[in-house]
């Protein structure tokens, strides 16, 4: 069973910056590709930013060159760095691990579509 442990939401002013962390908890041999989606209210949860266990990155377009993900192997953690927020950004940001190799009760095996409990971010001035 993998829980995902989401930090680092808040109050934020226009401009000013965030970084989310995500960690991934259980007795975890290995994680594919995690992610960070958003949900603002009355809009449809959408793909924020994406890593694959190699380290290949994919963004949004609404936040390209100004939103950061990357990821500790080693601490099954992802992170979100988010500059220049704007009040658009506005959302709850949910975690994602589409599939981990783990521990299960009878033994090892491969587990799909994990979610955080999701975290508040507001940008507002």
């Known amino acids: 069973q993998v829980q995902l442990v989401e930090s680092g939401g808040g109050l934020v002013q226009p401009g000013g910056s965030l970084r989310l962390s995500c960690a991934a908890s259980?007795?975890?041999?290995?994680?594919?590709?995690m992610g960070w989606y958003r949900q603002a209210p009355g809009k449809q949860r959408e793909l924020v930013a994406a890593?694959?266990?190699?380290?290949?990155?994919n963004y949004a377009d609404s936040v390209k060159g100004r939103f950061t993900i990357s990821r500790d192997n080693a601490k099954n953690t992802v992170y979100l760095q988010m500059n220049s927020l704007k009040p658009e950004d506005t959302a709850v940001y949910y975690c994602?691990?589409?599939?981990?190799?783990?521990?299960?009760?009878?033994?090892?095996?491969?587990?799909?579509?994990?979610w955080g409990q999701g975290t508040q971010v507001t940008v507002s001035s």
């Open positions: 994602n691990v589409d599939w981990a190799v783990v521990a299960g009760k009878t033994g090892v095996r491969r587990e799909y579509d994990y």
């Open positions: 259980g007795i975890i041999f290995s994680i594919n590709a």
């Open positions: 890593i694959t266990s190699g380290g290949s990155t």
